[in-house]
């Protein structure tokens, strides 16, 4: 059993729920997959937990699993949040400097984002992550961190990202019927964000697309900030679905054909040859490679031109230097890049998630290995600000033996 330590995180998804355990390599950069597992996902529809007692069964058996191929147990871990119910919304807040010589601390920090704040909001709706993108020192814009500066008037303009309260309870629960206890909900596009993106792209202007089984989340990043996100209830299983009506199929053979010949849907696949499949009642049907994607590309139409309406909300189409970043299983679609180009006008490459051996070439796996990263950075804060709290506490204690006999 390894001493280093591990941390741990579980991926909620509408098609799979996944479980890792990783351990930081020496590198201090790269991670190493202890264990790991998925199953089925049941319970979940839109990304939203429905039915907390079935997933919070899968949650234990993946985590479980997990467990036992990295033969060591866990007591907590991280997971995600996602589904169309999360919101995102732009708020700023004004403050006057408190000290006599104008110098910014911490505390104005704190003050000038708790007044960016005070917005309202209905009784059923919660804020989960608030993120600080820049301050105004004085009518000086652009201020990543202000502590230090001098000036008379401070500003912050912050993201507020929350959800609905009721689906943020669902999760809990099917936490506490799992018996483990999670450290903290990571909003699922800003995970697979972290994962994928560099800080270059980040910096030029980027957007993350990530494509899972009943759900699409989207981040855009500018200046090395967060600027928007938002979630689609359009997935992978969408194509599945119209696979199934328009071959008049079950689901499940639906799925096969999805993925065994995935390379037609977004594809111009020439030629006359017929496809055909053995039904598992034993029938037979056949189609054209062509017919698959006269029936699937009208939902990847649907999927990015919802997208390019929010890029115009935010006034960002055909205006991103990064480009696009695909990821999430819905990456794997052949021609995806060619397709998104042509669509959106940008840029376009598929996302991995960097730095975990051996998950670099599943893209699936971006937004649980980015609840990963969230996780080491909330725990090198806690551990800065435990090591800034002990050294405080014994300055104290210094000063305090100077009035000891």
């Not at 991926?11 to 790269?30: C, F, L």
């Not at 699993?65 to 147990?73: D, L």
């Not at 912050?156 to 999760?171: C, D, H, R, T």
């Amino acid at each position: 059993m390894s001493k280093t330590p591990t941390i741990a995180a579980v991926d909620i998804g509408t098609g799979t729920i996944k479980a890792i355990i990783v351990q930081r390599q020496p590198d201090e950069t790269s991670f190493r997959v202890l264990g790991r597992s998925q199953n089925v996902s049941t319970g979940v529809r839109k990304g939203v937990v429905s039915d907390p007692e079935k997933v919070g069964k899968i949650i234990r058996v993946t985590i479980a699993e997990a467990e036992k191929e990295a033969g060591q147990e866990i007591d907590e871990v991280y997971t995600n949040i996602n589904g169309v119910h999360l919101f995102c919304l732009s708020s700023r807040g004004i403050i006057s400097v408190s000290r006599a010589d104008q110098e910014i601390s911490e505390a104005d920090v704190e003050r000038v984002v708790d007044a960016a704040k005070t917005f309202s909001l209905p009784q059923n709706k919660k804020i989960i992550e608030i993120i600080a993108r820049e301050f105004t020192v004085d009518k000086q814009k652009g201020i990543k961190n202000p502590i230090g500066l001098h000036g008379v008037r401070l500003e912050a303009e912050i993201v507020a990202m929350g959800g609905f309260v009721s689906y943020l309870k669902n999760l809990d629960q099917a936490f506490e019927r799992a018996d483990i206890e999670f450290d903290e909900r990571i909003i699922n596009p800003l995970a697979s964000a972290r994962a994928v993106l560099t800080n270059q792209e980040k910096e030029v202007g980027v957007m993350v697309v990530d494509i899972g089984a009943g759900t699409t989340g989207v981040s855009v990043y500018e200046e090395g900030d967060l600027l928007h996100t938002f979630v689609l209830p359009i997935g992978t299983n969408n194509l599945r679905n119209d696979i199934a009506v328009g071959l008049k199929v079950d689901p499940e053979t639906a799925e096969f054909i999805k993925n065994k010949f995935s390379d037609s849907i977004l594809e111009n696949k020439k030629g006359t040859k017929v496809e055909k499949i053995k039904l598992t009642s034993g029938e037979e049907i056949s189609f054209k490679r062509s017919e698959l994607r006269k029936i699937a590309e009208p939902r990847m139409e649907e999927l990015f031109s919802e997208i390019e309406k929010e890029l115009k909300k935010i006034s960002r189409e055909k205006a991103l230097p990064g480009g696009v970043v695909v990821t999430g299983g819905g990456a794997k679609i052949p021609n995806i890049k060619v397709f998104v180009r042509e669509k959106l006008g940008l840029y376009c490459r598929v996302g991995y998630p960097r730095r975990f051996f051996p998950l670099e070439e599943d893209p699936s796996f971006s937004a649980l290995c980015g609840i990963i990263l969230y996780g080491t950075d909330l725990e090198e804060v806690s551990k800065k600000n435990k090591v800034d709290f002990n050294s405080f506490f014994s300055k104290i204690k210094k000063m305090l033996q100077v009035f000891i006999p």
